[in-house]
């Protein structure tokens, strides 16, 4: 049995220093987490920022569902982790085309490692799809631009806050950010880190 397609993938950032903590306000009624508990949304927003993402979609209320999902697995022991490289090859590098363009030799970029959390039923399946995304591979319709190729493009020096990922179609998670990843392992109460 395959994976549903992969429509909405929700951006995360490091949790916002408490100055700006109003903002996160905000990104609770773009989230759909406008009927979840303050409990809930404060207990989120320890581990994460939701980066507004432009599109009605995201609004709908799939995202609670997701991380209800998520919370339901862990309490049943169905979560597990991985871990994969991205190396350069595999990724998209746009931002090597302006050196190209202007004939100047090109920074090296070193690979990535990408953590992720996930179901146990069909795990190798939740891996190869986070690494289709995250690569740039990912053939079918995503409904809006999610940043991976930003967040895993060393060069560039805007525009890469973003360091997670939530898959909403299939209910799993992925990040280029150990901190994050490890903060996500806390709430969930896993224990099992990948290569530990």
Same mark, same amino acid.
């Given at each position: 049995? %395959?994976?549903?397609?992969?429509?909405?993938? !929700?951006?995360?950032? %490091? =949790?916002? =220093?408490? !100055?700006?903590?109003?903002?996160?306000?905000?990104?609770?009624?773009?989230?759909?987490?406008?009927?979840?508990?303050?409990?809930?949304?404060?207990?989120?927003?320890?581990?994460?920022?939701? *980066? +507004?993402?432009?599109?009605?979609? &995201?609004?709908?209320? !799939?995202?609670?569902?997701?991380?209800?999902?998520?919370?339901?697995?862990?309490?049943?022991?169905?979560?597990?982790?991985?871990?994969?490289?991205?190396?350069?090859? !595999?990724?998209?590098?746009?931002?090597?085309? *302006? +050196?190209? *363009?202007?004939? @100047?030799?090109?920074?090296? =970029?070193?690979?990535?490692?990408?953590?992720?959390?996930?179901?146990?039923?069909?795990?190798?399946? +939740?891996? @190869?799809?986070?690494?289709? #995304?995250?690569?740039?591979? &990912?053939?079918? +319709? #995503?409904?809006?631009?999610?940043?991976?190729?930003?967040?895993?493009?060393?060069?560039?020096?805007?525009?890469?806050?973003?360091?997670?990922?939530?898959?909403?179609? %299939?209910?799993?998670?992925?990040?280029?950010?150990?901190?994050?990843?490890?903060?996500?392992?806390?709430?969930?109460? #896993?224990?099992?880190?990948?290569?530990?």
């Amino acid at each position: 049995m %395959n994976l549903a397609s992969t429509f909405l993938v !929700q951006e995360l950032e %490091n =949790p916002l =220093p408490l !100055q700006k903590s109003k903002l996160k306000d905000v990104a609770r009624a773009f989230g759909g987490f406008h009927t979840c508990s303050d409990e809930l949304w404060d207990l989120l927003h320890s581990v994460c920022t939701l *980066k +507004y993402m432009g599109a009605a979609e &995201y609004e709908f209320g !799939q995202l609670s569902s997701t991380f209800s999902a998520l919370s339901s697995r862990a309490k049943d022991g169905q979560l597990q982790t991985f871990t994969f490289s991205l190396s350069p090859s !595999q990724r998209k590098l746009n931002s090597l085309r *302006k +050196y190209l *363009k202007k004939g @100047e030799k090109a920074p090296s =970029p070193e690979d990535v490692t990408i953590w992720g959390i996930a179901p146990k039923v069909r795990h190798s399946l +939740y891996v @190869e799809r986070a690494k289709d #995304i995250a690569s740039g591979a &990912y053939e079918s +319709y #995503i409904k809006n631009f999610y940043g991976c190729d930003a967040a895993l493009d060393p060069i560039r020096d805007f525009d890469n806050d973003t360091v997670g990922w939530v898959e909403e179609s %299939n209910n799993f998670v992925f990040f280029s950010n150990k901190d994050m990843f490890d903060r996500f392992c806390h709430l969930f109460g #896993i224990k099992e880190v990948p290569g530990e």
